[in-house]
């Protein structure tokens, strides 16, 4: 009867190992590509957009204090729109997720089936 | 009175009935450390906003933002937009890869000892800075909010830190959770219900509240009245520097969020990565309606109680609990006086048990007994342990400190440590190949240290007092300071980077490291071989 693949698969590290294998695969590889086009630009976006702030209201004090929307400045609307963009990012993040669960559930396969093989 | 002090026993009876009960399920080590990892998503999530909204944002940002406006505001926006770095870069991998701690993921693929000794060094040290901190506010609090029962600062800093080891040596991670969830819940009713007050007082109209913020009235230190926009930028961070400050508060917001240990262990309480991904949503969700509504606590007790009120009733830490008691009498203070001492108790606790976990399972296990229990449930005995000392060590430096004294940079130098030096290894070991152990110890002891001297060096520490000063609010050294910014993190944080950076590149490839590296990558993106939930 053939073992099932062992969930702590603690591999020798004496051919090319399993680990190696799987991330040669092409499914592997589009994962990683996946969370890299989101995250990535993602981080630089939020980054950018939060020292924003604090680089206008620090540098620009006069800008910032005009007032917009009744009795609401600029320098207050910006603060609060920073609530806004960090929910949305967060909400499009768990939606870009569910690509990367689906890829990484191939990716187990894989691994599953280079073991049967291997073995 | 009597109301606050029947409310802060009930909070206690639950709590330890909570332990009690956390206690007999602590029979094992994934138990005791990560709760069997059978903590949902809204429940972590809500436990790690719990761990997250200290007394330092509750009070604290309320009392500033009261005290100076918009100025106090931009700490809302950093401590939430922290959060993305959480869910982008850190959770997901952390709780693929590691155990029960930070230095879990780092001694993954290379050398365990040298990493681990370093890593729980930086991970004690920003947990016992920020409990001192936490412990010397509760006592101060407790004392004030108890005022007329006869009950001292130093009783009351004891009592907090008896409770907290209570929680953390019998009831373990399932305990502390629970007192996490319950404190949240709390806090968040306390404070919507607090924005409804405020908001009502202004006859349910936001023209009027914020017309009314731009028009804040209060008397200068010399008598003269002053009227000042509240929504206006600069009150507390002024030029030449004040720029620069707000930037540097920035970089260690947005960068040590994700480096602090207590919020990290959290993510191992959970079943995996999917969930853990799903609890900083919540987490983003629940912190982000807090920091949104401390607008209505800042303001609102700037507006209605007003500054000169709250500097002769205990201070800017009360402006809180003294809009509450302005806007829904005794029962009210009571009642949010009671949150605030719950904030507390739940933080220091969450603090307790990630500093213990790290000296059990780096120190005691990894790096003494070479990475297997000598005899089974050391590990625990030895966090209980550990726990006990840490507590009682802050409880004593607290108290030697007494009530009065400036306390505050201990939470900024907690920051800049945890994105100073803990997340530029953290973030090395998962992404960079090439990093190594030189490297994870370069980085870590650079980005420590910086954060340590810069703080000392700096207008927390170094200052020349005017004679009237009380003693207990002076500076320690008494000369112009040397470093011009309270935040150290714009320059610590590129000297942890530079450490890690340079220890690498300066010493040999680790060929058996960079192997490992495909490995942890696989793991860490795919939650093969990950540690699993503990039926039980």
């Known amino acids: 009867m053939p073992a099932p693949p062992n969930p702590h698969p603690s591999v020798p590290p004496t051919e090319t190992s399993i680990w190696d294998r799987v991330a040669q ?7 990683l590509a996946a969370k890299k086009a989101f995250v990535i630009p993602a981080t630089i976006f939020f980054i950018v957009y939060y020292f924003a702030l604090p680089v206008s209201v620090g540098y620009f004090p006069a800008f910032m204090q005009r007032k917009v929307w009744g009795p609401l400045n600029i320098a207050y609307l910006f603060a609060l729109s920073q609530f806004a963009v960090t929910w949305i990012i967060a909400y499009l993040y768990v939606r870009a997720a569910h690509k990367f669960d689906a890829y990484g559930a191939t990716v187990i396969k894989d691994l599953e089936h280079i073991v049967a093989k291997g073995n | 009175m009597t109301t606050t002090l029947i409310l802060f026993l009930a909070f206690i009876a639950i709590t330890l009935a909570i332990t009690g009960w956390a206690a007999r399920r602590s029979g094992s080590t994934a138990s005791y450390f990560a709760a069997n990892r059978q903590i949902s998503a809204w429940q972590n999530g809500v436990a790690v906003a719990g761990d997250y909204m200290s007394a330092a944002s509750f009070l604290g940002i309320a009392g500033l933002i009261a005290f100076f406006g918009y100025d106090g505001f931009m700490y809302s926006v950093g401590f939430l937009v922290a959060y993305l770095t959480v869910l982008l870069i850190i959770a997901e991998p952390l709780r693929n890869a590691g155990k029960y701690t930070m230095a879990d993921v780092l001694a993954y693929r290379l050398h365990p000892k040298p990493v681990r000794a370093m890593a729980s060094l930086s991970t004690i040290t920003v947990s016992t800075f920020y409990m001192i901190a936490q412990m010397v506010g509760a006592g101060a609090l407790v004392a004030l909010l108890l005022k007329g029962s006869g009950i001292t600062f130093r009783e009351a800093v004891i009592g907090v830190g008896i409770l907290m080891i209570v929680y953390v040596v019998f009831g373990g991670m399932i305990a502390t959770t629970w007192v996490q969830i319950i404190k949240a819940i709390l806090l968040m009713s306390g404070t919507i219900l607090l924005s409804f007050l405020v908001l009502a007082h202004f006859g349910f109209s936001l023209n009027a509240f914020f017309t009314a913020v731009t028009q804040v009235h209060y008397h200068a230190p010399d008598g003269t009245l002053v009227v000042k926009d509240f929504l206006t930028p600069g009150l507390r961070y002024k030029p030449p520097y004040g720029a620069l400050d707000l930037i540097s508060l920035g970089m260690a917001l947005i960068f040590g969020t994700a480096g602090l240990p207590h919020i990290l262990v959290r993510f191992y309480t959970v079943p995996d990565a999917k969930t853990a991904r799903y609890s900083v949503v919540w987490a983003i969700a629940v912190i982000g309606t807090f920091y949104i509504m401390t607008t209505f606590l800042g303001f609102g007790a700037a507006t209605i109680v007003g500054r000169d009120f709250i500097s002769k009733n205990g201070g800017n830490n009360m402006s809180a609990p003294l809009l509450a008691n302005a806007l829904g009498g005794s029962i009210f203070f009571a009642f949010i006086s009671a949150i605030a001492f719950a904030t507390i108790l739940a933080v220091v606790a969450g603090l307790t048990i990630s500093a213990s976990t790290s000296f059990a399972h780096d120190v005691w296990t990894n790096i003494i007994r070479q990475g297997h229990e000598h005899n089974p449930g050391e590990e625990r005995r030895v966090a209980r342990i550990a726990a006990f000392v840490v507590g009682a060590v802050s409880i004593a430096i607290a108290i030697a400190l007494g009530p009065t004294a400036n306390v ?7 920051f800049a440590v945890a994105a100073s030096a803990n997340l530029p290894v953290i973030l090395f ?15 870590l002891a650079a980005g420590l240290l910086g954060s340590i001297v810069l703080i000392f060096i700096g207008p927390s520490i170094m200052g020349v007092d005017a004679p009237t000063v009380a003693p207990a609010a002076r500076h320690m050294i008494q000369h112009a300071p040397i470093f011009p910014l309270e935040n150290p993190g714009m320059l610590s ?44």
């Not at chain 2, 505050?408 to 907690?414: D, P």
């Not at chain 2, 590149?505 to 540690?531: C, H, P, Y």
């Open chain 2, 429 to 443: 070991s998962i992404f960079w190949r090439r990093f190594n152990t030189t490297g994870a110890v370069m980085g």
């Open chain 1, 25 to 31: 695969t092409q499914d592997f590889k589009s994962l």
């Open chain 2, 493 to 536: 944080i590129p000297i942890g980077f530079l450490g890690a950076i340079f220890g690498t590149l300066l010493s040999k490839r680790d060929a058996a490291g960079e192997e490992k590296f495909v490995e942890l990558q696989v793991r860490a993106n795919t939650g093969l071989g990950s540690e699993k939930a503990v039926a039980h």
């Open chain 2, 408 to 414: 505050a940079f201990l939470v900024a130098l907690a």
